[in-house]
């Protein structure tokens, strides 16, 4: 079940400083990221709720498309701004903090919910013409050639209906 809001979305998007409908940082990567954790959450010990959230906070505090290695802690400094909108324990979000803060400068980390937080983002290296190394991707089923074709899929199509788990029709205001 997602636990992205309509509310949440906009709250994030109040934030987000570069051009919201190009680009390839902005939320459509974030909605194949969301769908790519959604798939990395079947394996276990995988917080889903962390992995979600980190969809639409990791790159939300980019200041430009390039080169930018503070925004991964910007992001987890948005977080902890919206803390009141995110249904997570503090243990939980001590997660999403790390995942976001170091998303950019790990290769991997010790906890599962943070590798799949890493993997669902560079999995969608595809959108820019690169094939994911699984050398670089964390977990199991992030390394499984069917997993990385899934999200070349993902990359060449557009998001799905119901991005982030909300329904279309809903998530339109959010967009323009
Ligand atoms: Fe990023
Ligand atoms: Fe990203």
């Not at 987000?16 to 974030?30: E, I, P, Q, S, V």
């Not at 769908?35 to 276990?44: D, F, I, K, V």
């Not at 976001?100 to 595809?126: G, M, N, P, Y």
């Not at 690169?130 to 670089?136: A, G, I, L, R, S």
Request: aromatic letters at 8%; proline letters at 5%; charged letters at 25%.
């Amino acid at each position: 079940m997602s636990i992205i809001t309509i509310e949440l979305l906009n709250k994030i998007k109040e934030h987000y400083t570069l051009d919201w409908l190009n680009g390839t940082h902005n939320f459509k990567h974030w909605a194949r990221v969301f769908a790519n954790g959604q798939q990395l959450s079947e394996q276990q010990g995988v917080n889903s709720k962390v992995v979600q959230l980190f969809s639409v906070f990791h790159d939300s505090q980019r200041r430009n498309e390039h080169l930018d290695p503070g925004h991964g802690p910007r992001g987890a400094r948005l977080a902890l701004h919206l803390r009141e909108y995110l249904p997570l324990t503090d243990d939980e979000f001590e997660l999403l903090t790390i995942a976001c803060s170091e998303h950019t400068k790990s290769r991997t980390h010790d906890v599962i919910s943070v590798q799949a937080c890493f993997d669902s983002d560079r999995l969608d290296l595809w959108r820019i013409g690169v094939k994911p190394d699984p050398e670089f991707l964390c977990t199991p089923m992030g390394k499984l050639p069917a997993t990385i074709e899934a999200a070349y899929e993902r990359s060449i199509n557009k998001i799905s209906e119901n991005p982030f788990g909300i329904v279309g029709s809903q998530f339109e205001t959010v967009v323009v």
